[in-house]
């Protein structure tokens, strides 16, 4: 059974650091590539970072350039994100989505994690 397993989100003061983890486990499949999104009450899930395991590809969502660094560690199936001069608009509910599979067949979701940044 694969599971997404995340760590890291908490409460902190506006520029203030915090580091994401999402640890996968019990996949049979490669990994395409993992995504970390983010939502906001009352508003949409939103893409904020991702990275392909192969070429080490990266996406961010422009508010988090130069801000946010996500990495992996492909021997522990492990990604992270890396979130500094936190800012209060940052505050969401965070979750990681793992594509894998031969034609990106598989998607899995992890639970969220609370990210809080206080002014």
């Known amino acids: 059974q694969v599971q997404l397993v995340e760590s890291g989100g908490g409460l902190m003061q506006s520029g203030g650091s915090l580091r994401l983890s999402c640890a996968a486990s019990?996949?049979?499949?490669?990994?395409?590539?993992t995504e970390w999104y983010r939502q906001a009450p009352g508003k949409e899930r939103t893409l904020v970072a991702s990275?392909?395991?192969?070429?080490?590809?990266?996406y961010y969502l422009d508010s988090v350039k130069g801000r946010f660094t996500i990495s992996r560690d492909n021997a522990k199936n492990t990604v992270y994100l890396q979130m500094d001069s936190l800012k209060p608009e940052d505050t969401a509910i965070y979750s990681c989505?793992?594509?894998?599979?031969?034609?990106?067949?598989?998607?899995?979701w992890g639970q969220g994690t609370q990210v809080t940044v206080s002014s």
């Open positions: 019990g996949l049979t499949f490669s990994i395409y590539a």
């Open positions: 989505k793992v594509v894998a599979g031969v034609r990106n067949e598989y998607v899995y």
């Open positions: 990275i392909t395991w192969r070429g080490g590809n990266t």
